[in-house]
């Protein structure tokens, strides 16, 4: 005999990361989830956007991190709360994680949230955290064909951006190969190309997500 | 690779389904699985057999749907199956300019269980 079922297969995690956007949306909270390989560059990404974010936005951070608190400490050390997620071997974080991870920020003090996710550039993609942007931080050091390498990734992004475009010559990065890939999997998608070394292009992203949080 | 969360989670669906029919074993799952998804077969089979031990679906075997993504052209409009490999250029007028969608799908279509009757 045949059941019909129709669900879907991670709605375990579905199910807490709407509990968990839920409970983001109560205390007047934007999450962000911040996705992209090891070393793109999104700690330092985080920190060039808080360095500039309007004084109305209270910024905290999630780290996800295999093995180290190594983020977490460069975080802590600028004065912003963060709190540490140790996935031990794990590839990705889940939504129980996040959960697990909210009694330990100051959520009251709270409206803007960042979640660095492990440096993955697959199986993030498939957990729904609960966050309201998906960002995929791309380095120009990865080179231009990642969009057609890791499609998924890129299919499910808000918004991407493209960190050390200072390396651009230095790595012959064909950024039109490269945009023509982001076009392929998810036209229209906002990108923004910036360097959090020289600081080029930052700017531009924060007022774009200052707009999106919807304080203006 | 994700295949063991997966797998739980195709595990707890099939099951709890089954509970909620009376059905004492299960004998397949159908799978609807995007060729775009990122998700190996034998990975999620090989998982399986491991979790499913001592459970309603112990022995089920696993019938895996793959649903093609769509590939359209951004300037002659033909549209084709994609699969991985993702093709980079439109067969019909080699524009790189190519926009694919779908492939994504990821559920628990079905399940097959041991007749009630049969089974006692």
């Known amino acids: 005999m045949k059941i019909p079922v129709v669900k879907n297969i991670l709605s375990a995690n579905d199910q807490v990361a709407t509990e968990n956007r839920t409970t983001f949306d109560q205390s007047g909270i934007f999450v962000l989830n911040l996705m992209a390989s090891p070393g793109a560059g999104k700690t330092t990404f985080i920190l060039?956007?808080?360095?500039?974010?309007?004084?109305?936005?209270?910024?905290?951070?999630?780290?996800?991190?295999?093995a180290s608190s190594i983020d977490a400490d460069t975080i802590s050390a600028r004065g912003v709360p963060v709190v540490q997620i140790n996935t031990g071997g794990g590839c990705h974080l889940d939504a129980p994680m996040i959960r697990s991870a909210l009694p330990h920020l100051p959520l009251a003090e709270l409206n803007l949230l960042f979640i660095e996710?492990?440096?993955?550039?697959?199986?993030?993609?498939?957990?729904?955290?609960?966050?309201?942007?998906?960002?995929?931080?791309?380095?120009?050091?990865?080179?231009?064909?990642?969009?057609?390498?890791?499609?998924?990734?890129?299919?499910?992004?808000?918004?991407?951006?493209?960190?050390?475009?200072?390396?651009?010559?230095?790595?012959?990065?064909?950024?039109?190969?490269?945009?023509?890939?982001?076009?392929?999997?998810?036209?229209?998608?906002?990108?923004?190309?910036?360097s959090c070394k020289t600081g080029d292009g930052v700017e531009a992203w924060v007022e774009w997500l200052f707009d999106v949080v919807g304080l203006g | 690779?994700?295949?063991?969360?997966?797998?739980?989670?195709?595990?707890?669906?099939?099951?709890?389904?089954?509970?909620?029919?009376?059905?004492?074993?299960?004998?397949?799952?159908?799978?609807?699985?995007?060729?775009?998804?990122?998700?190996?077969?034998?990975?999620?089979?090989?998982?399986?057999?491991?979790?499913?031990?001592?459970?309603?679906?112990?022995?089920?075997?696993?019938?895996?749907?793959?649903?093609?993504?769509?590939?359209r052209c951004w300037d002659c409009g033909h549209q084709f199956d994609a699969g991985i490999p993702l093709i980079r250029e439109c067969p019909a007028c080699n524009s790189a300019r190519l926009h694919v969608s779908?492939?994504?799908?990821?559920?628990?279509?079905?399940?097959?269980?041991?007749?009630?009757?049969?089974?006692s």
Do not use: W
Request: net charge negative; with cysteine.
């Open chain 1, 48 to 66: 060039a956007t808080t360095d500039r974010l309007p004084e109305k936005l209270h910024p905290g951070v999630v780290e996800g991190d295999l």
């Open chain 2, 102 to 119: 779908g492939g994504r799908e990821f559920y628990v279509e079905s399940i097959e269980v041991d007749d009630e009757n049969s089974s």
């Open chain 1, 117 to 194: 996710n492990v440096g993955n550039l697959v199986c993030t993609a498939n957990f729904d955290l609960g966050a309201d942007l998906a960002v995929v931080v791309a380095s120009v050091a990865e080179g231009h064909d990642k969009p057609y390498k890791y499609p998924g990734i890129f299919a499910v992004a808000d918004v991407v951006i493209l960190n050390k475009a200072d390396l651009i010559e230095v790595f012959e990065f064909d950024v039109e190969f490269f945009r023509r890939g982001l076009e392929m999997v998810n036209p229209n998608v906002p990108c923004f190309i910036l």
């Open chain 2, 1 to 71: 690779m994700h295949e063991l969360p997966v797998t739980k989670g195709i595990l707890a669906a099939a099951v709890e389904a089954a509970e909620q029919n009376g059905a004492r074993r299960i004998i397949a799952i159908d799978l609807v699985i995007g060729n775009l998804a990122s998700i190996v077969d034998d990975s999620v089979q090989f998982y399986f057999d491991m979790l499913s031990k001592n459970t309603l679906a112990e022995g089920a075997k696993l019938n895996f749907k793959r649903e093609s993504g769509t590939a």
